[in-house]
């Protein structure tokens, strides 16, 4: 009996040791591919913030860069104007020396330290010159020669800009090798050009610890005679300090978040750092982000090193890929201690194997529960949320998605989403591209972000906008397929709506009072005229009622007091019309958003040409620019709103007009492309001063200006084209001209019976119906050949 008691009680461990050992193998065989998809989710997500930090970090290296050459072309396009308004003086003096460089006190060149005429000069010539230049308004100018060998270099004429008031005239250029040889490159280039770095000669007297790398932009200045000839009268340079130009250039666009060292290309070849920007937040953080990019300066390519580190930018760090690594982790364990329980229950007495059933049950309703709940998260949630298989079938819909479609799904595919829900593009004016829409763009294997569109159907007769967002489904799970998450923003859209609205009713009341306003200042600016004696030959009862004013302005203090009340006011006018443009923009903003279409047909041939006759008329009367040349091919009748479509015209063709280079005339060619069935493509290209690099998109939105350099206006041209072109269920884009200039093209619906459609227009081909400009035509224009 004692026997049989240690056999069972034998078998019994050998059974109890065989569980222990299979649980064992179960436990580890669930925890560790549990762990390790634990880690790898983990370093998955690591990797996304690190493509996150990756991509902010491009973005601010380019903001970098695009300050730093904005910055820098201010400087050589102020030098290069600079240089040719100095050299238009027949007989250059100071005080038109200061009245030209007057205006860059204003533009806050950051960094500046002085804008100088420089001219040679020999041994033998220097008493000469010095009092030629004496002569000319500078009676205490000593030319104080320092440079090596016979030829010198000396400013005679200087202007500070940073408000010091040390004078920098006599000083021998020459005495700095640097700047020796960057005048030498500008007067055998005929360019802006950029010297080495160097300490600067004016700088010498001040404490070592103030003194910067510098460097100086210098541009040959020729005297305009007649006859062609160009004879060379000198340099104008400018002084620039490395670090007060970095640091005023990028302290807003680093945020103190990255350092930045800005790299001088020296003559020959060698890059010399110039001056840095510390990002000065948190230095004991390591900087693992680095980029390098070049940036043009006058004709030198200098290159900018940024730093950054991923812990300083937004989303690039946090603790998700940890909590995500570790909460996979503890749960692989747990179930491989669950897997442990119920492989070794067999092996166990039944006290056991009922506890550990127990257990499993429990588990089993926790599951349960935590399923019924995102089941109730997801019929809860106000967003709509759908999902399709890979054929475009639904798998899924939430309650708040047939609330928001107002119909139920289609048990058809991607083909019968259009008709079933009635999508239309946001304005409702025409049918969404099917091939655009957001899930089918997920089924392709791209996400798209909250794309509007408005859906209307019989359930939705008024329409509702969505914002919809879509992305492929993650392929691990098994199922290929989409997912799409929708939202109503329909107030959100009219609340924009009443915005604009608004904005064109203030617009539209503030005309009568800017009219009277400008109506009283052109009254007093008469009546000053008048008194001054400005307008002589007035009638004898005027003298007589007006003899003491007229004695009043005899006076000279009285004649200086009048003068300077007509210059403030004509800076009235000159803000009452500028606001009176801003007012017509903004109302015509609002009529391109809001007013109700008439389309009709229009022969936008004869449209082209009457629009471009005005600008030519209006061009015609501005006698210090070039004549501009408009060639107008044969266009096709469009079927539009008549007004919009004048409007999109004429801002297109003003724009090429107006911004062109100084001293050239605009050159624009209007002409049909192919378009699509029922459309018709038409091309405005220009030869004027084209469009910043990255700036192709950014050029449609509301008050975006691009051009600078005095081109005025309020940046709600282009904006209005995109509405008006977008209305009319069109596109409008922007792109580079080859060979110089900008190139829209746009497309409106042809009219019935037209030429639209695949082959184009006429012009195309370059048929004898084309218009353009006549060769030699001085006064520019339009003219059929």
């Known amino acids: 009996m004692d026997a049989v008691r240690s056999g069972l009680g034998e078998r019994f461990r050998q059974v109890a040791r065989a569980g222990t050992a299979l649980a064992v193998l179960a436990a580890l065989l669930v925890a560790v591919p549990g762990i390790v998809l634990s880690a790898w989710v983990g370093t998955v997500l690591r990797e996304a913030q690190q493509r996150t930090a990756e991509q902010r970090v491009d973005r601010r290296a380019t903001l970098i860069t695009e300050a730093v050459a904005t910055e820098s072309g201010r400087y050589t396009d102020a030098l290069r104007l600079l240089a040719a308004a100095l050299g238009s003086h027949e007989r250059l003096t100071k005080p038109e020396f200061d009245q030209a460089t007057g205006a860059l006190q204003g533009m806050r060149l950051a960094g500046a330290t002085s804008i100088a005429l420089l001219v040679p000069a020999t041994d033998e010539q220097i008493p000469r010159v010095q009092e030629f230049w004496r002569r000319r308004g500078v009676p205490d100018l000593v030319l104080d020669p320092r440079g090596r060998g016979g030829e010198h270099v000396f400013s005679v004429l200087s202007r500070s800009l940073d408000g010091s ?55 040959p200045v020729y005297r305009r005679v007649e006859g062609g000839r160009r004879p ?31 790299l001088a290309r020296h003559e020959d070849g060698a890059l010399v750092p110039l001056a840095g920007l510390s990002g000065g937040s948190r230095r004991d953080l390591p900087r693992d982000l680095h980029r390098t990019t070049s940036v043009r300066v006058a004709e030198r390519d200098w290159q900018l090193e940024i730093d950054s580190s991923s812990a300083l930018l937004p989303g690039a760090r946090s603790p998700l890929p940890a909590l995500a690594a570790a909460a996979g982790t503890a749960l692989s364990l747990l179930l491989a201690a669950l897997v442990s329980v119920l492989v ?148 959100m859209r009219e609340y924009e709506a009443e915005l604009a609205a608004f904005a064109g009713v203030v617009a539209h009341d503030l005309r009568r009072p800017l009219t009277a306003l400008r109506g009283f200042v052109e009254l007093v ?34 004649q200086a007091v009048i003068g300077e009340c007509v210059r403030q006011l004509d800076q009235a006018l000159a803000g009452i019309t500028r606001m009176a443009g801003l ?18 047909e229009v022969d936008l041939d004869a449209l082209v040409r009457e629009i471009a006759a005005e600008h030519l008329a209006a061009a015609a009367t501005d006698s210090g620019r070039p004549p501009p040349r408009v060639d107008v091919g044969p266009l096709s009748a469009v079927h539009a709103d008549p007004p919009l479509v004048r409007q999109l015209v004429d801002n297109l063709v003003g724009n090429a007009v107006k911004y062109v280079r100084p001293g050239h005339g605009a050159e624009v060619e209007i002409r049909a492309l192919p378009a699509p069935p029922g459309r018709v493509r038409i091309e405005v290209a220009d030869r004027g001063i084209g469009i910043p690099p990255g700036q192709h998109q950014a050029i449609f939105a509301g008050f975006h200006r691009a051009a600078g350099g005095g081109y005025t206006g309020t940046g709600l041209g282009l904006a209005i084209c995109e509405r008006i072109v977008e209305r009319h269920g069109g596109t409008i884009t922007a792109e580079d001209n080859p060979g110089g200039g900008a190139r829209f093209r746009f497309t409106l619906p042809a009219a019935p019976g037209g030429s639209g459609g695949e082959g184009g227009s006429a012009g195309d081909t370059g048929s004898a119906g084309s218009a353009r400009g006549g060769e030699g035509d001085e006064d520019g224009g339009i003219r059929a050949e």
């Open 525 to 558: 600016r008469d009546e000053l005229d008048e008194l001054a004696g400005d307008h002589p030959g007035g009638s004898p009862g005027a003298a007589g009622a007006g003899a003491a004013g007229a004695g009043a302005a005899r006076d000279p203090a009285a």
């Open 232 to 262: 060379f009268v000198g340099w104008v340079l400018m002084g620039v300090r490395g670090r007060d130009f970095i640091e005023a250039t990028l302290r807003r666009a680093t945020q103190g978040m990255t350092d930045v060292r800005l």
């Open 583 to 600: 007012i017509d923009d903004l109302l015509a903003y609002a009529t391109a958003r809001d007013a109700a279409l008439h389309p009709a």
């Open 165 to 219: 008031a040390r004078t920098a005239t006599g000083i021998d250029a020459t005495q700095a090798a640097e700047s020796a040889r960057a005048l030498a490159v500008a007067r055998r280039s005929g360019q802006v050009t950029v010297s080495d770095t160097y300490r600067l000669i004016r700088d010498r007297h001040l404490p070592p610890e103030r003194r910067q790398l510098s460097f100086v932009l210098t541009a």
């Open 344 to 491: 070794g229950g067999r092996a166990r007495a039944r006290a056991q194997v009922v506890a550990a059933t127990a257990e499993l049950r429990a588990a089993e309703a926790d599951a349960r529960r935590q399923a019924a709940l995102l089941t109730a998260v997801l019929d809860s949630a106000s967003d709509g949320v759908g999902v399709v298989d890979g054929q475009g079938g639904f798998l899924l819909h939430n309650p708040a998605a047939m609330e928001i479609l107002g119909v139920m799904p289609t048990p058809g595919g991607p083909e019968t989403w259009q008709g079933h829900y009635g999508i239309f593009l946001p304005d409702g004016s025409a049918p969404f591209p099917a091939e655009d829409l957001p899930m089918v763009q997920a089924l392709a294997g791209r996400r798209v972000e909250q794309v509007p569109m408005m859906i209307r159907n019989r359930a939705r007769p008024e329409g509702v906008v969505i914002s919809v967002s879509a992305q492929p489904l993650d392929p691990s799970g098994g199922q290929s397929g989409a997912v799409t998450v929708f939202r109503d923003i329909t107030a």
